[in-house]
């Protein structure tokens, strides 16, 4: 088996892939998005609904520790914000520990898929004065479901419930479900990938809503260590964003373990 960058990049559904054992992988790149902003106007006690543009730095740093898992950390170190009005601010976006655990395998020509789980626990690391971030905690997990459909296309499934810590209600929490589904596909060119993905979130504090988008984009693993990356996300209905475009690049790190033919 030869060793090659399995990028969870950049849509938002992850494989059940995990980085190989003794190995980083470095995934970021760049978010530009305009986005819904929804404050509480406690003076008319409503809800305000306005729009924000947004420019973010992403970055994933993975971490393989075994054959099936692998420690990672998510994150935005960089933010800028810019509302409707001209107002803008700028820091660091929140944070995001989690694991990632693949404990079935996919079974050649059979229906078995493969099996994983992310438990994570989000950082609140973002400024909630500049309105980056809530200043709560979060944790959750997802159920991960890869599958090779036959034809040269793939499907990864990730379901997830969380619990998110509500502004104004100490103590209070909402349960967020997610879905998502990503199909992809490999094009004539050697390397290149193209993907279309579907996702969906309910409501994250009381005044919003759900989430209903959509990403299409392209993967090009240029070498065996390398990959870029660039979609289009579009919203389909609820809280999502109007649009958001991304591009970045993958970098698998380290020696190549014993188990694994050499580059």
Do not use: C
Not at 22 to 38: H, N, Y
Not at 238 to 247: K, Q, S, V
């Amino acid at each position: 088996m030869a060793l090659e960058v399995s990028t969870d990049r950049p849509d938002f559904t992850n494989s059940t892939a995990t980085v190989p054992p003794g190995l980083v992988q470095i995934e970021t790149g760049l978010v530009s998005s305009r986005q819904p902003k929804v404050t509480l106007d406690e003076t008319a006690g409503r809800t305000v609904r306005a729009r924000s543009d947004r420019l973010a730095i992403e970055a994933t740093v993975r971490w393989g520790i075994l054959p099936w898992a692998e420690l990672r950390l998510d994150g935005q170190p960089f933010v800028r914000e810019r509302s409707s009005e001209g107002e803008a601010s700028s820091g660091q976006g929140d944070f995001t520990v989690s694991g990632k655990f693949r404990f079935l395998d996919e079974q050649e020509r059979h229906w078995r898929p493969s099996l994983g789980l992310i438990p994570f626990v989000k950082i609140p690391t973002a400024s909630s004065t500049k309105e980056l971030g809530t200043g709560l905690a979060d944790f959750g997990a997802v159920l991960l479901v890869s599958k090779d459909l036959g034809w040269d296309l793939h499907a990864d499934l990730n379901i997830g419930l969380a619990g998110i810590g509500v502004e104004r209600d100490p103590g209070g929490m909402i349960f967020r479900n997610t879905a998502s589904l990503s199909i992809v596909s490999p094009l004539p060119l050697k390397g290149l990938a193209t993907f279309w993905e579907i996702f969906y979130s309910s409501r994250e504090a009381p005044a919003t809503r759900h989430i209903l988008g959509t990403n299409v984009g392209l993967i090009y693993t240029i070498h065996p260590r390398v990959a870029l990356d660039a979609a289009l996300e579009v919203g389909l209905g609820g809280d999502a964003n109007d649009y958001a475009i991304r591009g970045g690049i993958t970098l698998l790190l380290g020696p190549v373990p014993d188990s694994l033919d050499k580059l």
